[in-house]
C-alpha cells in the first residue's frame, strides 16, 4: 500500500536548522511530483515547496526562499526539505505530498515548533 512517511521535525530555536525527510512506498516516485506543505494552528494549509518528476525543477512560497531547499532521491524513494534560518512563523505541521494528474497522497505529518 501507498505509505508517504515524514520526519526530522522538531523544536528549533530561531535561526536554527532542521532537515525533513518523507520516505515513499507504493508507488513510483519518480513519476510524482513532491510537495511540502505546511498548516499551522487557525490558518489554512499552505504549500512551501514543490519539487518536479522532470529535471527536478523546484518551487518555493515566496516566504521561504533563500531559507528552504527542497531535494529528492529517486533511488532511496525519498523527499528532503532542508530548512535554515527558521523563523517563529515557520512553526506548524509540515505534510508530505505525492501528487501526479489527479492522483495525490499525503503522510502523517511532523511537527515542526520554532521558539525560543
Known amino acids: 500500500q501507498v505509505q508517504l512517511v515524514e520526519s526530522g521535525g522538531g523544536l528549533v530555536q530561531p535561526g536554527g536548522s532542521l532537515r525533513l525527510s518523507c520516505a515513499a512506498s507504493?508507488?513510483?516516485?519518480?513519476?510524482?511530483?513532491m510537495r511540502w506543505y505546511r498548516q499551522a494552528p487557525g490558518k489554512e494549509r499552505e504549500l512551501v515547496a514543490t519539487?518536479?518528476?522532470?529535471?527536478?525543477?523546484?518551487i518555493y512560497l515566496d516566504s521561504v526562499k533563500g531559507r528552504f531547499t527542497i531535494s529528492r532521491d529517486n533511488a532511496k524513494n525519498t523527499v528532503y526539505l532542508q530548512m535554515n534560518s527558521l523563523k517563529p512563523e515557520d512553526t506548524a505541521v509540515y505534510h508530505c505530498n505525492a501528487h501526479r494528474l489527479a492522483t495525490d497522497y499525503w503522510g502523517q505529518g511532523t511537527q515542526v515548533t520554532v521558539s525560543s
Open positions: 519539487i518536479m518528476s522532470i529535471e527536478s525543477i523546484t
Open positions: 507504493g508507488f513510483t516516485f519518480s513519476s510524482y511530483a
